[in-house]
């Protein structure tokens, strides 16, 4: 489903079903695409059937990529058809666990904001920000849901703002500022017979769903081609006319890095790499109908293996490990700028 297809024209069910066999095929690609498939059973009002999407992940034989966000996931739909308890458990299972990913943190707090569980919701986006935000320079894309849903949570709540509120609104892009957006009154202005409240309030959802439709624009990252040294040698072997694209394994490393930091400086947001493999790059190759040695169709297996969810978010977070697959932490490797 393209992100612009409106809702109403989507069978969520049959969507799913797709997405099911399309895992069938892509047995690398299944983490993703199941959840995909089980946001449509959600959308579908299948509840039971997505918890059952869920499970099968958290029960599948190999570790998964995003266990937390799974777990997140179903702890959001279970709340949502009567499971509470249930709920709340894997919740603080999933804070317990202190997850380096942001997206479980804002899926855990937002489903306690939707049951006006406010103060919890509010420890923990906190929570998150603090693990994940704590001495970073620039918080990485990912990491700005976190930041907004803590802004709306506190104005709910009548909090003052603080440091991280500050920051929130400065990566706010929208024309209309963040407390306006999560002004708690605004509800009431809906009721108004007051023509400019009326007149101010559409100003607002329309800059609420520019920033959405922004947001829809790139589903998935902007990413860059990483060969690792096993795959590159391969490469290389069976195509050798592609050495002139990757002189040396050490120069490719670099080179991923430093388009990544210029993209960065040119405000380009949600960046990331893929990894490909030689068999899946050959594949890929075949279905295009396109010689593997056309350079051409490496930036176009970068984001094919970007949009079937393969790709890792840029920069790595605090203390995580570097994307080059060293054993090295990011800041220590390909983190440190050479000089």
């Given at each position: ?26 047995p690398e690609d299944a983490e993703a695409l ?305 000089v």
């Amino acid at each position: 489903m393209r992100p612009d297809t409106p809702a109403e024209n989507v069978d969520h069910t049959a969507e799913a079903a797709r997405l099911e066999r399309t895992a069938g095929l892509y047995p690398e690609d299944a983490e993703a695409l199941l959840l995909q498939a089980a946001a449509h059973l959600e959308l579908a009002g299948d509840r039971p059937a997505a918890t059952a999407l869920y499970d099968r992940l958290l029960s599948a034989p190999g570790p998964l990529e995003t266990p937390h966000l799974v777990r997140a996931l179903k702890a959001a739909n279970l709340w949502e058809y009567g499971h509470e308890a249930e709920a709340r458990a894997i919740i603080e299972g999933v804070r317990t666990a202190a997850p380096r990913d942001p997206a479980p943190w804002v899926i855990v707090a937002e489903a306690l904001e939707s049951h006006d569980e406010l103060e919890a919701a509010h420890d923990a986006f906190t929570q998150g920000a603090t693990l994940l935000l704590t001495d970073v320079p620039e918080p990485p894309y990912a990491a700005h849901p976190l930041l907004f849903g803590r802004h709306r949570v506190r104005r709910m709540l009548g909090a003052a703002h603080d440091d991280w509120d500050t920051l929130a609104d400065t990566l706010h892009s929208s024309s209309v500022s963040l407390d306006e957006l999560h002004d708690p009154k605004r509800v009431w202005s809906l009721g108004s017979d007051n023509p400019a409240e009326l007149e101010a309030e559409i100003s607002r959802l329309r800059a609420e769903l520019d920033a959405h439709r922004e947001a829809l624009s790139r589903p998935f990252p902007v990413a860059i081609l990483h060969w690792p040294a096993t795959e590159l040698s391969e490469l290389l072997a069976a195509y050798p006319s592609l050495t002139a694209e990757y002189p040396s394994h050490e120069q490719h490393l670099t080179t991923i890095e430093s388009a990544l930091r210029e993209l960065a400086s040119s405000g380009t947001a949600n960046l990331g790499i893929v990894t490909g493999t030689v068999p899946s790059y050959e594949a890929f190759a075949a279905s295009e109908a396109t010689s593997p040695t056309d350079t051409g169709l490496l930036p176009q297996y970068a984001t094919t293996l970007a949009a079937r969810g393969r790709a890792t978010t840029w920069p790595p977070e605090r203390g995580a490990g570097c994307w080059c697959g060293s054993e090295n932490s990011y800041a220590a490797c390909h983190g440190t700028p050479k000089v």
